[in-house]
């Protein structure tokens, strides 16, 4: 369905966004990867589905380096027709506590990241009059927790920058929207199912339970492969009158 087109998938290479560039390939999309950590495993991992994988490590803080990403792109693939900004952190603390170091970090990455990508990407969609922008929100773009104001905050802009970016492309094939996601078990979470555990004395099977009974009347984390599959779906003919939504995947959290 996506072959010949290429998708930039910021955070890729760990959770949600290897999730989403995986299910982007399997359907024939080239990629392009692009985050910390290991990158040949990731790298391995989309190239065996039979696509072409590049990898960028611009710093998601930076938009010098956003620019020189998408430039990097451009050159190596011709364009981005799908972009997905998902790279994000999490810091969780009271607001009287909240390191302001990490402030600037969770808006510089959860949220300004996702102007600046988009920004740069959307001249060659709008002339190839198709594209697909794919925010990585959160629940917490729709509701708030307690000690987690940065993410909340940067979260709910991401779902605003999203309103408005479909808004502003409404006649033309380029589309715009965001997946809410309620818990996934990856890295930035698992960090959360550490802190529990350390903190309560608890195993490991006892602190995500914990965590998913707090919040998600499923009791079950969603998978990066069910995000993975939502993002095949915007990016389908079905999605091309989707504008401006956000999506939640959530167990019923928001539902309560
Ligand atoms: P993760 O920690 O597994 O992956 C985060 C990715 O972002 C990694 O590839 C990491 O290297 C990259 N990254 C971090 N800082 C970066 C930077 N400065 N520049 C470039 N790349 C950077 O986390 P995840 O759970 O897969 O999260 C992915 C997205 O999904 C985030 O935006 C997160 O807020 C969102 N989300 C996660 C959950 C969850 O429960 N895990 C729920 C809702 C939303």
Known sequence: MLKGKTALVT?????????????LAAQGANIVLNGFGDVQGPTAEVAALGVQVAYHGADMSKPAEIEAMMQFAA????????????????HVARIENF????????????????FHATRLALPAMK??????????????????SAEKSAYVTAKHGVVGLTKVTALENATTGVTCNAICPGWVLT?????????????????????SSLLLGEKEPSQQFTTPE?????????????????????????GGWTAQ
């Open 187 to 207: 890295p930035l979470v698992q960090k959360q199912v550490d802190a529990k555990a350390a903190a309560l004395g608890l195993s490991d099977a006892e602190a």
């Open 99 to 114: 390191p302001v170091e990490r402030w600037d970090a969770i808006i510089a990455i959860n949220l300004s990241s996702a």
């Open 11 to 23: 955070g890729s290479t760990s959770g949600i966004g290897l999730g989403i560039a995986k299910a």
């Open 75 to 90: 050159e190596r693939f011709g364009r981005v027709d799908i972009l997905v900004n998902n790279a994000g952190i999490q």
């Open 127 to 144: 002339a190839a009059n198709w594209g697909r922008i794919i925010n990585v929100a959160s629940v917490h773009g729709l509701v708030a």
């Open 226 to 250: 069910e995000l993975g599959a939502l993002a095949v779906f915007f990016c389908s003919a079905a999605g091309n009158n989707v504008r401006g939504v956000a999506w939640n995947m959530d």
